[in-house]
């Protein structure tokens, strides 16, 4: 069992920056790829980002290209999301989860966090 925490959501105006981490309470943190989803009001959860176990490949959704960053420390069981030049349509739900697949899909993930809210202000 892998348990996640996420933190750091709010609410931002646009334009501003936020940086969400997850934290995990197990060592085998490391052994696992690392993805952040987003689920708005009414509509499915989405990819924005995954980084595999060793931090060393990432992979973004075209919406967040270039301003979210995606890191983890593993001497810490932490994964991160520092989002940049924040937009209205960034508001959602964030959601830290593991997977020992290297996967963009919702289904490929079997551990989630609680899910921390971010709201970005126009």
Do not use: H
């Not at 936020?18 to 959860?45: D, H, I, V």
């Not at 060793?54 to 967040?64: I, K, L, M, P, Q």
């Amino acid at each position: 069992q892998v348990q996640l925490v996420e933190s750091g959501g709010g609410l931002v105006q646009a334009g501003g920056s936020l940086r969400l981490s997850c934290a995990s309470s197990r060592r085998t943190f490391s052994n696992y790829n690392m993805g952040w989803f987003r689920q708005a009001p009414g509509k499915e959860r989405d990819f924005v980002a995954r980084i595999n176990w060793s931090g060393g490949n990432t992979n973004y959704a075209d919406s967040v290209k270039g301003r979210f960053t995606i890191s983890r420390d593993n001497a810490k069981n932490t994964l991160y999301l520092q989002m940049n030049r924040l937009k209205p349509e960034d508001t959602a739900v964030y959601y830290c989860a593991a997977s020992s697949r290297w996967s963009d899909s919702v289904v490929g993930y079997g551990y989630w966090g609680q899910g921390t809210q971010v709201t970005v202000s126009s």
